[in-house]
């Protein structure tokens, strides 16, 4: 039918080895560029360690500031292969300013003329016009996080602590909530608090048009995706006041102090009062 993955063309897709992740980076990926002399584009934070005409893509530098976030393995990774790939690298791409000061704050040998700055986009599934409704009295709220500190998911069940009105409610989307089931059962001790788990993007969709609110809470974000997905929607966004947030977002979100809950109970109040 001419076509492979996910609708792409076959002539502007090939699939590649056999291997997956690292393996199939740094073994299928590097045979299969031997003896070529094409630039590679790399588009998630790693590339061949020993291939020389790599376009490499950083999107953040979190490993350094919350290191507990991630698996030994990684930490490790990530420490030794970023700083070779920020030196080797034909160029260099990141998806915020936030995220460019942030390299060259902590790899200050870099050579800033090298990075360049690409937003993200909202995927096609996301941006097909449908807009914000609600039959239900209920009012949700959701968020798309997990209990890692740069993701600050506390601070949201917090905030529902704090504000006791009966007419909300918190859907907690994704699975990496379930890394920390203690601290996931005793949010849901709250019965206006749900986690969904992983979602379908045609769910997602759906939660999206009647949610009366996204919240974003991150203390660090290199750039974020789901509140413009949600935006796309017309769904209000609040978000943390931290990072990259207020670059991607500018005045078209509700800001708070991601250390203060009682800043978000605050609009969580004033989103509910007044849509």
Sequence with gaps: NNTDINGIPENLCQVVGSRDGHMWEQIDLLKFMKGKDDILLNLTNTAPLLYNKNVF?????????????????????????????????????????????????????????????????????????????????????????????????????????????????LLILGSHVQKHPNLLAKALEDPRIVSYGHVTDEKLAEIYQTTYAFIIPSKLEGFGIPPLEAQSFGCPVLASESSCLPEILGNSALYFDPDRPENLSVLIDFISDNI
């Design 57 to 169: 893509t950083l999107h953040d530098v979190i490993f350094l500031y919350y290191p507990e976030s991630y698996s030994i393995f990684h930490r490790m990774y990530y420490k030794f292969s970023v700083g070779f790939h920020l030196k080797s690298s034909k160029l260099i791409l990141t998806v915020s300013e936030y995220s460019k000061k942030s390299i060259l704050k902590n790899y200050p040998k870099c050579d800033e003329k090298k990075i360049k700055v690409i937003y993200n986009a909202v995927p096609k599934v996301f941006n097909n016009g449908l807009s914000f409704y609600n039959n239900s009295e209920i009012k949700n709220y959701c968020v798309l996080s997990s209990f890692d500190n740069n993701k600050n998911l506390q601070v949201v069940i917090d905030a529902f602590k704090i504000n006791k009105r009966p007419d909300i409610r």
